[in-house]
């Protein structure tokens, strides 16, 4: 084969993995190559992995057992592994699977198409090196050819990296230490975006909104060109073009009076936030290092909610870390009805190998960690169902992402409150496209999304405040 030119990318986890996975992609394809849907049609083959849990970890090796078949059905196709599993194991995955080609890390993603024509020479790497250098943030702008996966959407890394050291967590081994971005080159990033046609940024970070916090802390913000967090978000909604902000994930104990304020002055930041709180138990939130307590978590979520009333809130939540009894159990459970999450994401607690909570004992009994699983989410779905109902006949403005799960013509979107919404159809001789804004009157509610009636329908490419910049400068002109 003479050279490789077509790639398929495999991404498991969190979407700091899938924005990682755009980044190789927009890198693959300023060398020429090009993305395929399938891995039949592709000559390489990459696997961006998670370690947040071992089911993740685990599909992983399983996946790479049944690639050795695909690998030799053609000569000269290259394998790769990266993200968190690489960052963490490196080499190791090399040695056990003698049909992967290369392993990279989280700060070696630029290294990708050097590392592919190593491999079609024959030579077998695994470059998993920690960098402070703020050069992994140096990529190019995104290409002519490649098209995005979500247009009118688009993610931004503003920060990597977490120094909190969560005792159940391996993202500070697997991610390193906190770095901050500068703020121009975020600014720059977020104009270049919005003059291809992107309306709605998710600021992304493991602690998103600790950005900045340490240049602050030392007095060298100025030199680092670093702000605080609630300055960075004024300064991108200011961006011509950009009509919604988004952030993931914070950490509670870097919520500012700034930040909040911000949820009720910016017109452009969506009203919703995923705040992960893990355990309504301030026991087990001490033994899982969070530096909170369950008076102050619902302390925040009082703030929010004077800032901007209508905010919904989301969240992450663990069930059995060792140690939990049913009255730590139970109050999480209190927790989430005082609160009423709109939804949440909750998971038994997986021991990984590395972190301070492998060494705890009293591991609680799988079956009981499902119990209180199965327990949690129901409570949740009964929330989740009622938050939605509660918004039947309300009117609301829906980005449009593609095609519904639902099929049948149907088309999906996420609303300001990141609720999905599915659409039977626009208005007669309406075309819609992913990447429209459009305004939807909810008219049904089910427990995981909402049904919304189409009322009218706009290009975002089209309209808003970048088309109101144009009418202004042909006025000057």
């Known amino acids: 084969m003479a050279s490789v030119r077509r790639f398929f990318i495999r991404t498991y986890g969190c979407q700091m993995n899938a924005h990682d996975t755009e980044k190789v992609a927009n890198l693959l394809y300023h060398r020429g190559y090009v993305e395929v849907g399938h891995p039949d049609d592709a000559d390489l083959l990459l696997i961006n992995t998670c370690s947040i849990r071992e089911k993740a970890e685990n599909r992983l090796y399983s996946d790479l057992g049944m690639l050795r078949q695909w690998k030799e059905a053609v000569p000269g196709r290259v394998l790769g592994v990266g993200g968190c599993v690489a960052q963490q194991e490196g080499s190791a995955i090399l040695r056990r699977f003698v049909h992967l080609d290369f392993v990279f890390g989280t700060h070696n993603l630029r290294r990708v198409p050097a590392m592919v024509e190593a491999a079609r020479s024959g030579t077998r790497q695994s470059r998993t090196e920690a960098f402070r250098s703020l050069d992994r943030f140096d990529l190019p702008e995104r290409h002519p050819a490649y098209a995005s996966q979500t247009p009118g959407r688009a993610m931004v890394t503003v920060m990597e990296g977490c120094d909190m050291f969560c005792s159940f967590c391996i993202v500070p081994i697997t991610r390193g230490r906190e770095i901050s971005r500068p703020a121009e080159h975020i600014v720059q990033e977020a104009e270049s975006l919005a003059g291809e046609g992107v309306r709605e940024l998710t600021l992304l970070g493991q602690a998103v909104n600790a950005y900045g916090r340490h240049d602050l802390r030392r007095g060298q913000a100025r030199a680092a060109g670093t702000l605080a967090f ?105 927790l989430v009805r005082d609160v009423g999450f709109v939804d949440a994401y909750s998971f038994k607690y997986s021991l990984r190998p590395g972190t301070a909570a492998a060494e705890l004992d009293r591991t609680i009994p799988r079956e009981v960690a499902q119990e209180r699983l199965e327990a949690l989410q129901e409570l949740q779905s009964g929330l989740t169902l009622a938050a939605h109902r509660a918004r039947v006949g309300e009117e609301t403005e829906v980005l449009v992402e593609g095609e519904s799960r639902r099929r049948g013509g149907q088309l999906q979107g996420r609303d300001p409150y990141h609720r999905v919404v599915n659409l039977p159809g626009g208005p007669a001789g309406s075309r819609i496209e992913a990447g429209d804004l459009l305004v939807a009157r909810i008219v049904e509610a089910t427990p995981h999304s909402l049904i919304g009636a189409v009322q009218s329908a706009r290009s975002v490419k089209k309209e808003g405040r970048l088309a109101d910049e144009e009418e202004r400068q042909t006025a000057l002109a």
């Open 230 to 334: 609630g300055q960075l978000l004024e300064r991108l909604a200011a961006v011509p073009g950009i009509e919604r902000l988004r952030y993931t994930s914070p950490h509670p104990v870097f919520f500012d009076r700034e930040l909040i304020r911000a949820h009720g002055e910016l017109a452009e930041l969506c009203p919703h936030v995923h705040l992960p709180v893990q355990s309504g138990s301030d026991r087990i939130l001490g033994a899982m290092r969070r530096r909170y307590t369950a008076a102050e978590y619902r302390r925040i979520v009082r703030s929010l909610r004077q800032s901007r009333p209508d905010i919904a809130i989301t969240t992450d939540l663990i069930v059995g870390f060792p140690g939990e009894t049913d009255a730590d159990f139970e109050a999480t459970l209190e």
